[in-house]
């Protein structure tokens, strides 16, 4: 049986797309196939226009969401007004043909845009009572008490039940009240709990791009991929330089005349600055343009900022401009972050899809690992350090793991260029601590420690300072003294420029001869672990016991079950050979060194995976048909199978993910993706929580 909740609201402007959004992202986390559906979208005359319903494209974008807009809407408007009934046995039709497919549906009410009749409150609770989908209602806290939001919870709830539906939970959402609780409290029942989410001006803020139509104007300058930058407010600037460098804020547009140029270049400037906050626009009013040369010099140094020009005069400009309300759209990347940062932080997310019953999936789909990934960094955050910090995809992965609280961020790097590269990609990084190795404070320090550290290999002083100099040293010197948990490295740098900082500072944990590295395969319904297929090119017997016993431990630290395949080209005593021997050898010291780990080999790929051929080659084996960590016995193998795997079988490849380290270093590979930065900076924050755990547990363990 599918699963499905219909989000409704008593009025327009609730912000129900962002409840909506969260409701289905956490769905996400718990069953394989999830569904939108749109009972009511837009008129027919909007679609011919190709005016297509935001929210529904907003909910379709969400990885989750296999199907397209046309399956996932119902009827338009239009045809509620001309028949109710007929429209209803249409929604109800299309929407079973949505369920089918999925394991759960986000249905998704109407917004009140074109009032008809009958009312649209009572025909979203009949549409809900029709498709036996449980009402989430959504009332606008804004500038309202508690009483006022009660009262509004009544009229609805009665006309819920009125038109036979299920009203299961309450979000009070956008609540400028300083105590939310006040509204939890007043709303909640035994019967039907609620929740209450802060206002956040940021989901209502129009783009750029919004802005731009309202005051008929035209981009004169800068990247247009940066129109999609949120504005919080307008500064009119009226004054002399000095005054509105005082006056700026974070995501104002700056309005200003066209014979201004020393306010544009002035703003330009603290645009990039370190000093200065982020803006997200200028408008240039009057229809007087920007002199020649000024022009040309924005354009010679390459200026990001979005120059927007327009003929209206100022007044007209800024009653225009403030008139524009924003939406949550699928081109909002900051508002989704926000939305579902607010929605986690505020929503018992898992007690909500308790009482919808939805049943945990014993799958584990690519998204959901990802998922789980975010969710326990998020819960106990560390600080990790990023030494590439001037890359563009290291600062695109920042801004998104700090907008998600996923772990407190130190950027390395000259401040100034960093702050630079930042703005001109519109991406937001204050919240990051930015260090220049250089130039820091702590590098005399460093300088010091790591002198101390290999003074017996006859380095200098003058050669460590040298040393610490460079980003990768300075970063594991910060993991290594405890100023930051862990280090993410290799955007940029080599596997070796990442590692070779650690294993002379850091070093491996006790009982391990080798740093090793695994793979996270995230296959279609499921997690395998693969290594080593990144560090190690022919290691020994026992250092081949070491990734065995490493790479298990990886996996139960990620809640995969440990079923250990050390993979040859034989299965038992069926081959022989000098590669057959050193697997052999191997799972004997691991089955020696650690006895109740699962383990099987010399066996095949084969016969670890599939389990009627391990029925046919191993019918007694624990393992064999049902393995999850499977290790390589040599780099050449592992790289191309990991790779052949993840192109061939469509998998997602998260890693290489370090192990056997005292603290956690971790290598992206160079063709790293924004994606991919995210997932690893989230598994060195979940190391680093484990290996804070375990010294904790071996501190109460050992006698005073």
């Known amino acids: 049986m599918c699963t499905s909740v219909y989000v409704a609201s008593i009025e327009g402007s609730t912000g129900k797309s962002a409840i909506a959004l969260g409701v289905l992202d956490a769905l996400s986390r718990r069953v394989e196939r999830v569904g939108v559906f749109r009972p009511i979208v837009r ?3 909007a679609t011919a226009r190709g005016e297509r319903d935001y929210v529904l494209d907003l909910l379709i974008a969400h990885e989750a969401v296999t199907l397209d807009y046309d ?4 009827v338009t408007y239009d045809d509620v007004h001309a028949d109710p009934v007929a429209a209803l046995d249409t929604i109800v039709e299309r929407y079973h043909r949505v369920a089918e497919q999925c394991d759960a549906v986000v249905v998704v009410g109407s917004d ?8 649209e409150l009572s025909y979203n609770a009949r549409i809900a009572a029709n498709l036996s989908s449980p009402v989430l209602l959504v009332l606008n806290g804004k500038d309202r008490t508690p009483t ?12 819920i039940t009125a038109n036979h539906a299920t009203l299961f939970a309450l979000v009070a959402n956008r609540v400028t009240l300083p105590d939310p609780g006040e509204v939890v409290a007043a709303l909640a029942t035994d019967a039907v709990p609620a929740y209450a989410i802060p206002y956040d001006p940021l989901l209502s803020a129009p783009s750029v791009a919004d802005l731009m139509p309202a005051v008929d104007g035209t981009l004169v300058s800068g990247d247009p991929a940066l129109l999609d930058r949120e504005v919080l407010g307008l500064l009119v600037a009226g004054m002399t330089m000095p005054n509105v460098l005082d006056r700026l804020f974070d995501d104002a547009v700056v309005v200003t005349a066209g014979d201004r140029p020393e306010v544009v270049l002035g703003v330009l400037m603290a645009h990039v600055s370190a000093n200065f906050p982020q803006v997200s626009a200028i408008v240039l009013n009057g229809g007087i343009e920007l002199p020649v040369q000024v022009a040309r010099l924005l354009e010679g140094i390459g200026a990001t900022l979005p120059i927007v020009a327009t003929d ?26 926000a939305a579902l940062g607010l929605f986690a932080q505020h929503v018992d997310g898992v007690a909500l899809l308790d009482r919808l019953d939805v049943s945990r999936t014993t799958a584990v789909t690519p998204l959901m690992f990802e998922h789980q990934l975010v969710d326990d960094a998020s819960g106990r955050r560390r600080h990790i350090v990023l030494p590439e910090g001037e890359e563009e995809r290291i600062l695109r992965a920042a801004d998104l793991l700090l907008r998600r609280g996923v772990a407190e961020l130190t950027l390395l790097g000259d401040p100034i260029r960093i702050s ?5 990609i519109g991406v937001d990084v204050s919240a990051a601590t930015l260090l220049d190795p250089r130039t820091s404070d702590l590098t005399e320090r460093f300088a010091e420690e790591y002198y101390q550290r290999r003074k017996h290999r006859g380095l200098e002083r003058d050669d460590a300072l040298t040393r610490v100099r460079d980003e990768s040293y300075f970063g594991t010197l910060m993991v290594e003294l405890g100023l930051a948990d862990g280090m993410v490295s290799g955007s940029v740098h ?12 850091v070093r491996t944990v006790p009982g391990v001869s080798v740093v090793s590295s695994v793979f996270f395969m995230c296959l279609e319904n499921q997690v395998l672990v693969y290594g080593d297929c990144a560090v190690n090119p022919d290691p020994t017997a026992e250092q081949l016991a070491d990734i065995a016993i490493s790479s298990a431990a990886t996996a139960a630290a990620f809640g995969i079950e440990p079923r250990v395949a050390m993979l040859s080209y034989s299965t038992g005593s069926s081959g022989a ?27 095949q790929y084969d016969a670890a995976i599939d389990p009627a051929v391990a029925r046919t080659k191993l019918p007694d084996s624990q393992v064999a048909g049902r393995a999850t960590v499977f290790i390589f016995p040599d780099l050449n193998t592992g790289n191309n199978t990991y790779k052949a795997v993840q192109r061939s079988a469509g998998a997602v490849a998260i890693g290489p993910v370090l192990q056997g380290l005292r603290k956690p270093v971790n290598d992206l590979s160079r063709g790293a993706t924004v994606r991919d930065i995210v997932n690893t900076v989230a598994i060195t924050a979940i190391q680093a929580q484990q290996m804070t755990q375990q010294m904790t547990q071996q501190m109460k363990e050992t006698p005073a």
Do not use: F, M, W
């Not at 006022?148 to 006309?159: G, K, M, Q, R, S």
């Not at 630079?420 to 001109?424: E, N, R």
């Open 43 to 45: 008129n027919d005359q």
């Open 71 to 74: 399956e996932c809407t119902g």
């Open 112 to 119: 009140y845009t074109d009032v008809a009749t009958p009312t």
């Open 148 to 159: 006022d939001l009660v009262t509004l919870a009544d009229i609805t709830t009665a006309a």
């Open 312 to 337: 209206l005069l100022t007044q007209e400009t800024s009653a225009a401009l403030t008139s524009v309300r924003g939406r949550l759209t699928a081109s909002s990347p900051r508002k989704i972050a």
């Open 420 to 424: 630079a590269q930042a703005a001109g």
């Open 494 to 505: 080599t596997t070796a420029h990442t590692i070779r900082p650690a294993l002379e500072v």
């Open 577 to 603: 050979g000098s590669d057959v021997e050193k697997v052999s050898a191997a799972t004997a010291l691991v089955r020696d060194r650690a006895p109740d780990l699962l383990v099987e080999g010399p066996i």
